[in-house]
């Protein structure tokens, strides 16, 4: 069973560079969200679709941006990459929105340099 | 603001039992989740709960008390596995997950 599938695993990103990262769930989850996680930090919420076609903020949702034009894909886009972007990025699913259990990618290790 | 709190490291033994707390200050409360993230691994689910009271699933339980906003999560019978660390998040008025930073354990034989 793939579950919640992301990629890359891991990328090394030029300051200024645009990019992509994949999430796609095979659940039919209706909620999905991005997240990233620093170290000493909890994960923090980038961005979230509660179904498809809508989305909304996070806590850091500043330099990224989504879109969910079906269920099961969720991508996240850097238009502008900065150093401080450098995180691992998780994607996770869930079936309803905050009270039942998250399903997570196993993460894309993104460095920007 | 809201703010989850948990300690940063813990030490336990191959066999004991060890408790990890996990304190909040939410802007509502809908419900109090346990993950566990071993290390370059993504979170997996352990355990939710919504009422007061202990929840017990084999060698992990997890309890909660709303009045005081404190959790804890008991792992028994520890094993070198159990080595991770393990995520306090809240669900608030807006049905949104707040997380807090994690707690390593460490296992020692």
């Known amino acids: 069973t793939a579950g919640i599938t992301q990629a890359p695993t891991s990328q090394i990103l030029a300051a200024g560079r645009s990019m992509t990262l994949r999430c796609t769930q095979d659940?039919?989850?209706?909620?999905m969200y991005w997240y990233r996680q620093d170290l000493g930090l909890g994960l923090r919420l980038i961005h979230y679709?509660?179904?498809?076609?809508?989305?909304g903020k996070g806590e850091v949702p500043d330099g990224y941006s989504v879109s969910r034009a079906n269920t099961d894909d969720f991508p996240l886009t850097l238009a502008s990459a900065v150093p401080s972007q450098t995180s691992v990025y998780f994607c996770?699913?869930?079936?309803?929105?905050?009270?039942?259990?998250?399903?997570f990618g196993q993460g894309t290790r993104l460095t920007v340099v | 603001g809201q703010n989850i709190d948990q300690p940063t490291e813990m030490t336990a033994t191959e066999g004991a039992i060890v408790q990890i707390n996990c304190t909040y200050q939410?802007?509502?409360?809908?419900?109090l989740f346990w993950y566990q993230q071993h290390a370059g691994e993504a979170p997996t689910f352990l355990s939710y709960?919504?009422l007061d009271g202990l929840e017990e699933k084999g060698r992990f339980s997890s309890f909660l008390s709303r009045s005081k906003g404190y959790s804890y999560l008991l792992l028994k019978e520890l094993q070198m596995k159990d080595s991770a660390s393990y995520l306090c998040?809240?669900?608030?008025?807006?049905?949104?997950?707040?997380w807090g930073a994690g707690t390593k354990l460490i296992i020692k034989p």
């Open positions: 679709s509660n179904t498809a076609g809508t989305t």
């Open positions: 939410t802007s509502g409360f809908n419900g």
């Open positions: 998040a809240v669900t608030d008025s807006n049905y949104q997950l707040i």
């Open positions: 709960n919504v």
């Open positions: 659940m039919r989850h209706n909620a």
């Open positions: 996770a699913s869930s079936e309803g929105t905050g009270n039942t259990e998250a399903f």
